[in-house]
């Protein structure tokens, strides 16, 4: 039998849920965020980075959509 500790598997399902709302889905990071239960999008990608070694908008999120932030607004996806 193999010994997985409750944290690996938190980490294993909440990082599967996070690559399929940034792969499918077209919300901003901090909606995943909020969704996937970080308070906001830096603590989100802190995360996601810590546990790939990438960002979400080049390890999860579609090829063809990129996010802007305006001053003072929320973020937007734009698809290309």
Not at 38 to 47: C, D, L
């Amino acid at each position: 039998s193999e010994n997985i500790s409750y944290k690996n598997l938190a980490n294993e399902a909440w990082l599967k849920l996070a690559r399929e709302l940034l792969s499918t889905t077209p919300l901003s990071i901090d909606q995943i965020a909020h969704r996937t239960g970080f308070i906001n999008g830096n603590s989100f990608s802190r995360a996601f980075k810590s546990l790939t070694g990438d960002t979400p908008l080049h390890g999860g999120k579609a090829s063809d959509c990129i996010e802007v932030v305006l001053p003072h607004t929320y973020p937007v996806t734009k698809y290309t």
